[in-house]
């Protein structure tokens, strides 16, 4: 029986697919209603490509250690850096490919996990999961140098080797630090299809499990009390829970401490589990197959045959196949995705989300991209590898025109700030020019300055910024552009806008002369005084552009700036 898709074989093993038995094909479930309390509208999830030249990404990782950068996880045995500023630096942080490691690639196979120590940034410990020669699962802890840039080989000290030589399929990959601080291990079941040596259900493999270890970071590990096996007569201490036929990223919500699985199905149905962490639990491979019975016995639906169910499922219609887990967004930048959990299938590229407390599976954007993992950085924005080489940040901008702009983060504050509503329908035109009545009207939504009966202009008659001007110029941030004039609907330059900002604002005044192109300019004290509150650092180099257009993007970030100065 063939997929549904003429996929590359290749590129569909890296995330669990095997060749199916011969079952019926199940009716695809109809659509989930969406959660009423999901905030998101249609279509308003999306993605935003940070850099690419990639190769074969399979996840990202952030240090938790203040530096902000995303640690890009290469199947081939390599980990890329991309810096708080979003540019990919050149070099490895870390290169399996020499050394002792023995590090084996291809199809599934290959650097497939990492997770930095809860407390790296001082004692700069990391931890690796990957393929070595003849396909056994390799658990290795490593010591980054002391600038923590990088992480050389030879401080390489296997902690966990699990057999795995007979199927080259369903490796897993995922490493965690939970909540408790211990060291979370998502292993596949061993591969081929079907299960065919039982490892899911048998508490005597540690294959398609989830293992709990406490790492001691001098190159080996204890057992955590709690582990439901511990100080038994097998090598079997290190189970918490079974039942996973290839988990293909797993996370803990940073807010409610669950952890959500994303279990890749056999030929019909792709789960998504969320638990409170608790040990021993049965997640039903190979039993059940989602919440459909596989190979039995019991109920598939239910806790009451020693399952736990998954909270969502869907079918391979449309051309899905196989899940890719992720995260519940945390972040502050995009109100209305907070306390989503969001995930994607690898083969479709279809993204969804489920409310952290829901369980409906709700579509929300199909990307097209070969959707092979999310990441969380520090600051809980979510991010998507690509496997062909991108990543992108997942982002839901109250805009439709802003995705791509670089100041996409402003633009949503301002607009949750209640300081625009965009230039008409789902529009914010980032690109269009600020004139002095808009200035106006930002201004004063930002300072919420108080209203006046007082009319100062005689040009701004009938104009929709009359109001905001004469409370711009009741609070003395303008005196207009000569005269009884303000020139409403002027160009903002960025000399204009130093002025305006440093007024509205009130910036200390600096000594410092920072450009070289203001000399003699009106502006060019507010220039100053803007810059030395780090609220602007020019147009490049020493150059300010005081004559240059303020556009609406760069309003946005002026203004976000000098708010939280």
Known sequence: MHRRLPLIIAALLLVGLSTPTALAAPAVPAPAAQDASAALSSGQLNIKLITSGLSSPVGVVNAGDGTNRLFVIEQRGTVRVVSAAGTLQSGFFLDLRSGSAGISTGSERGLLGLAFHPNFESNRKLFVYYTRAGGDLVIAEMTANAGRTSAPVSSHDTLLVIEHSQFGNHNGGQLLFGPDGNLYIFTGDGGDAGDPAENGQSTSSLLGKILRIDPNLNGGYDIPSGNPFAGGATANDPLWDIGLRNPWRASFDRDTDQLWIADVGQGSWEEINRVTNTANRNFGWDRCEGKHVFEGPGSCTSSSGGITPPIAEYGHGGGHCSVTGGFVYR???????????????????????????????????????????????????????????????????P??????????????????????????????????????????????????????????????????????INRLRAAGITSGCGGTRF????????????????????????????????????????INRLRASAITFGCGGTNFCPNGSVTRGQMAAFLHRAVEH
């Open 399 to 468: 805009f439709t025109d802003v995705v791509s702009s670089k100041f996409i983060d402003d633009i949503t504050w301002l607009a949750q700030e209640g300081i625009t509503s965009g230039c008409g329908g789902t529009l914010f035109c980032p690109n269009g020019l600020v004139t002095r009545g808009q200035m106006a009207t930002f201004l004063v939504r930002a300072l919420n300055l108080p209203t006046t009966s007082t009319d100062y202009f005689t040009d701004d008659e009938g104009n929709t910024h009359e109001n905001s």
């Open 331 to 397: 972040g502050d930048i995009f109100e209305d995705l907070v306390g989503q959990y969001v995930l994607g299938d690898y083969c479709s590229g279809q993204m969804w989300t489920i409310g952290a407390t829901s369980t409906s599976l709700v579509a929300r954007r199909n990307t097209s991209a070969a959707i092979s993992s999310f990441g969380e950085a520090e600051d809980g924005e979510i991010y998507m590898t690509d496997h062909v080489g991108r990543l992108y940040r997942v982002v839901a901008p």
């Open 487 to 526: 020139c409403p609907d002027g160009i903002v330059t960025r000399g204009q806008m130093a002025s305006f900002l440093v007024r509205g604002f009130d910036l200390p005044a600096t000594g410092t002369d920072y450009f070289t192109d203001d000399e003699g300019n009106t502006h060019e004290a507010n």
